[in-house]
């Protein structure tokens, strides 16, 4: 389920007019050449990536279970 979610978050940030590239998960690099070339649009550092940084789930009875997640949406300009 929470794929569907992330690609939910990461289509609506898509939407959004010149929000440069976004990634569905965390993009690392150690170099700021990397970054660059990770993170560029139009020529300059502008981009994103969303990640779920944690989740709780609790069981409401023997049919159901709840689960609640934080999302984070990082970008670099």
């Not at 007019?17 to 700021?32: C, F, K, L, T």
């Amino acid at each position: 389920m929470h794929q569907i979610i992330r690609d939910w978050i990461v289509s609506q940030l898509q939407a959004v007019p010149n929000i440069g590239i976004v990634h569905g998960y965390q993009r690392y690099a150690d170099r700021e050449k990397q970054l660059a070339e990770l993170y560029s649009h139009n020529g300059r550092l502008h981009g994103w990536f969303v990640r779920r940084l944690s989740v709780v789930e609790k069981r409401l009875n023997a049919n159901f279970n709840t689960e609640q997640s934080v999302w984070l949406i990082r970008g670099y300009l």
